[in-house]
C-alpha cells in the first residue's frame, strides 16, 4: 500500500519486551527556501533612511505517519483458559500469530505544504544630537497560511464538527484566512547622560510576529487522505486474523461523504488563526568604568499575546459519572467525534527581568564577565517545540493555567573567565629556561553557574474526575506545600498540603507553585601551548565538566498520592573529564 511502509512492525505480546519498531519511522522531509531580499538606504542630514522588503516562499515536502508500520497485539485472549489470561497464553497467541487488535495508520502519498512570507520595512535612524539618537522604524509581516500542493488538506469547522476538504464545495486550498492585521513598530533610543559618553542610557520597544507552523500537526493529517486501519476482535471469537494473512487491503474513506469523515479524532486548525504577537520593551543605563571595564544594568520585559496552542482538546469530556460521550461538547452536534484537538490563538505569557552584567576586556592576561538576572516568567501554555506550561488539566480554561514555567528561575548567577598564568614567554615571570618551558603558556577558563530552583507543579497520582482527553489532574491545594525547613531529598515538599478532590471534579493546585532544587555548576578548561619548533606547535586540553562533582538534583516526584511524593530520586549528570590533544 505504501512504499514506506516497509520494515518490522511492532509486536506486543502481553507480559514480555516489544519486537520491532511502532514509532514514526520511516519519516523524511525535503525543504526548500527561496529569498528576495532587497534594502535601499538614504542618508539625508541627521537622517539615515532605509527601505526594503524581504520574500521568503517556502516548499516543505514529506511523509509523515504514526504508527506506519503497524502495531499488532497479542493478549492471550484465544488460547487461555475461560475466565483468565497469563502471559504464556499471550505467547501462545503470538506463535499462533492470532491478533486480537491491529493498527497502521496509512498517508496517500506525501504532503507538500507551500507557504510564503512578506515582510516590507522602513526605518530612520535620526541623530537629533551628537549625543542622542533615535531609530524609527515599521515592519509589516505577512505569513499566508500553508496549503497542500495536492490539495490534500481537511479541516474541521468546528462550528457544525464537520471535516471540510479542500478544493471541494467551493472550500478554498488554505482553509484559513490571512491575518494581515500585523503592523510592527519599533522605536530605539541611545543617549549620552554624560558629555564624555561614558554613561549611555539605551531604551527600545518593539512588536514582532510569529507564525508558529507546527508542521507534524498540519491539516494533512487528517481524513480522506490520511486515516486509520483497526482490526479489532471478539473476546469470546475466532480470530479475525493473522500475520501470515496479513492486513486487508485499506480502503481509503469516500472523499464525498462528510459525515463519514467527520468522525474519530481530527486535527483542527483555527480558520481565523491569528499570528503570535510578541512584545519586547527594555531599559538600561551602561557605564565604562574603566577602559577594560563596563557595567551594564537592564530592565528586560517580553509579553507574548495569542500564542498557539499546539493541541486544545475542544471536546474533552466534562467531570462527572457514567459514558464519556455525553459529555463531550460536540455529542449533540457530532457524536462520532472524540477528541479534537485544535491549534487556536488561546495562550498567553509574560517575562520581566533586572539583568546585571560586568565585562572586563582582556587585559594583563585576564578577561572575564559576571552575570545576575533576577527574573519571572509566567505562561498558561507551552511553547510549540516544548517548554513552558504545556499541561493543562481543563482545555475549556486555558486562563486557569496561569502560573511560573518549569524554566522560571529567579535567582541566576554566572561567572565566566579566561586566565594566562604570568608565567612562559611573553608573559610576567620565569620567561626564559627549562620552568618556562615547563610551567610557560597555561590557561585556565571556566564558568560558574548559579541558579535558584526551577518551577513544578503538583498531579494527583489517581484522577478522580472522570473526565477523558485533558492533562494531566491536579489535587486540591490546602496549604502552601513548599518547606522553610527539614526539607531533604527524600521529603523535598510538604505532601500533606495537597489533597484529592471530590469525586468528579478538578483539583484547584495551581501551575509551578512548588520550587525544585537549587543548582551549581563549575566547568574549567586547562589548555597548553608547546611551540614545536617554527612550523609546529601542540595544544592539550583538559575539560572538566562539574568540575566539583556536585549532586545537582533533579525535581521530586510530584504524584500526590504516591508512596513516592516529594522523594528526589535523581540527578544531572556527575563530573565528566575528557582530554584532547591537538597538532598545528
Not at 505504501?2 to 519498531?21: H, K, W
Not at 469470546?236 to 481509503?252: E, K, R
Not at 565585562?359 to 578577561?367: I, Q, V
Not at 491545594?477 to 471534579?505: C, E, K, M
Request: proline residues 5%; charged residues 15%; contains cysteine.
Amino acid at each position: 500500500i505504501s512504499n514506506r511502509a516497509g520494515g518490522l512492525p511492532a509486536f506486543t505480546v502481553s507480559g514480555y519486551q516489544e519486537i520491532g519498531d511502532n514509532s514514526t519511522f520511516p519519516e523524511n522531509s525535503h525543504t526548500a527556501t527561496f529569498q528576495l531580499d532587497a534594502a535601499l538606504t538614504k542618508v539625508q542630514g541627521a537622517h539615515t533612511f532605509k527601505l526594503g522588503l524581504l520574500f521568503l516562499r517556502h516548499r516543505f515536502n514529506g511523509f509523515s505517519a504514526f504508527p506506519t508500520r503497524g502495531t499488532f497485539d497479542f493478549n492471550g485472549q484465544f488460547t487461555r483458559q475461560m475466565g483468565s489470561t497469563i502471559a504464556q497464553t499471550a505467547l501462545a497467541d503470538f506463535a499462533l500469530g492470532a491478533m486480537d487488535t491491529a493498527s497502521r495508520n496509512i498517508l496517500n502519498g506525501t504532503f507538500g505544504m507551500r507557504l510564503w512570507q512578506l515582510a516590507p520595512f522602513l526605518q530612520d535612524s535620526w541623530r537629533l544630537t551628537d549625543r542622542l539618537t533615535l531609530d524609527l522604524g515599521l515592519r509589516w509581516e505577512v505569513n499566508a497560511p500553508p496549503y497542500d500542493v495536492h490539495d490534500h488538506w481537511a479541516n474541521l469547522n468546528v462550528g457544525t464538527g464537520q471535516l471540510l476538504v479542500a478544493g471541494l464545495n467551493g472550500n478554498s486550498r488554505r482553509l484559513r484566512n490571512f491575518d494581515l492585521k500585523t503592523p510592527a513598530p519599533r522605536v530605539g533610543l541611545a543617549y549620552a547622560l554624560t558629555s564624555d559618553r561614558k554613561t549611555i542610557l539605551r531604551s527600545g520597544f518593539g512588536i514582532s510576529y510569529v507564525d508558529m507552523l507546527a508542521g507534524g500537526a498540519q491539516l494533512y493529517k487528517n481524513p480522506p487522505y490520511y486515516f486509520a486501519q483497526t482490526i479489532t476482535t471478539d473476546i469470546a471469537g475466532a480470530p479475525v486474523s493473522t500475520i501470515s494473512q496479513g492486513l486487508p487491503i485499506p480502503v481509503q474513506p469516500d472523499i464525498t461523504n462528510q459525515a463519514a469523515l467527520s468522525t474519530g479524532s481530527p486535527s483542527a486548525w483555527d480558520m481565523n488563526l491569528r499570528q503570535t504577537e510578541i512584545l519586547q520593551w527594555s531599559f538600561g543605563i551602561q557605564r565604562q568604568i574603566r577602559s577594560d571595564l563596563m557595567l551594564d544594568l537592564t530592565y528586560v520585559g517580553t509579553r507574548g499575546e495569542r500564542i498557539l496552542v499546539n493541541s486544545l482538546n475542544l471536546n474533552q469530556s466534562i467531570p462527572g459519572a457514567g459514558a464519556q460521550g455525553p459529555r463531550r461538547p460536540y455529542f449533540l452536534i457530532n457524536p462520532n467525534l472524540v477528541n479534537v484537538a485544535y491549534r487556536t490563538n488561546a495562550g498567553d505569557s509574560k517575562y520581566e527581568s533586572l539583568q546585571v552584567h560586568v565585562e572586563k576586556r582582556f587585559s594583563a592576561g585576564l578577561n572575564f564577565g559576571f552575570s545576575y538576572t533576577y527574573a519571572s516568567y509566567l505562561a498558561d501554555v507551552g511553547n510549540p517545540n516544548g517548554g513552558g506550561n504545556s499541561d493543562i488539566q481543563n482545555h475549556a480554561c486555558v486562563a486557569c493555567n496561569w502560573g511560573p514555567t518549569t524554566d522560571d528561575y529567579r535567582h541566576v548567577f554566572s561567572l565566566n573567565h579566561v586566565y594566562e598564568l604570568p608565567f612562559g614567554r611573553g608573559r610576567a615571570y620565569m620567561r626564559s629556561g627549562p620552568l618556562a618551558y615547563i610551567l610557560g603558556d597555561w590557561n585556565i577558563s571556566g564558568i560558574w553557574s548559579v541558579q535558584s530552583g526551577g518551577h513544578f507543579t503538583p498531579v494527583l497520582g489517581t484522577t478522580v474526575s472522570n473526565s477523558a482527553g485533558g492533562g494531566t489532574q491536579r489535587p486540591n491545594r490546602v496549604a502552601s506545600g513548599n518547606l522553610t525547613s527539614g526539607q531533604s531529598i527524600d521529603h523535598w515538599f510538604d505532601t500533606t498540603a495537597f489533597t484529592a478532590p471530590n469525586l468528579y471534579s478538578f483539583g484547584n493546585s495551581g501551575t509551578g507553585i512548588l520550587t525544585g532544587p537549587a543548582y551549581f555548576d563549575v566547568d574549567l578548561s586547562l589548555v597548553r601551548h608547546f611551540r614545536i619548533r617554527e612550523r609546529f606547535a601542540l595544544d592539550l586540553r583538559s575539560e572538566w565538566f562539574n568540575a566539583f562533582n556536585r549532586a545537582n538534583f533533579n525535581a521530586p516526584n510530584a504524584a500526590i498520592g504516591t508512596g513516592q511524593a516529594g522523594v528526589i530520586s535523581s540527578t544531572l549528570p556527575s563530573r565528566i573529564i575528557q582530554m584532547a590533544a591537538k597538532v598545528t
